[in-house]
């Protein structure tokens, strides 16, 4: 799971129900800030287990 409680304006899944399509543009930007955000924790050794 990816939580996202601080991000601003809303959770993704309310923009997206709330939007509908993406663009592919948008999808790509979207896509690359949740990889990019995975391979911070990755690379700094970050994980939870609630």
């Known amino acids: 799971y990816l939580i996202l409680e ?4 809303g959770e993704l899944f309310d923009y997206l129900v709330k939007k509908g399509r993406l663009t592919p543009k948008e999808a790509r930007r979207f896509f690359r800030q949740i990889i990019s955000a995975l391979d911070f924790c990755h690379s700094h050794s970050i994980w939870y287990e609630g």
């Open 6 to 9: 601080h991000v601003s304006g």
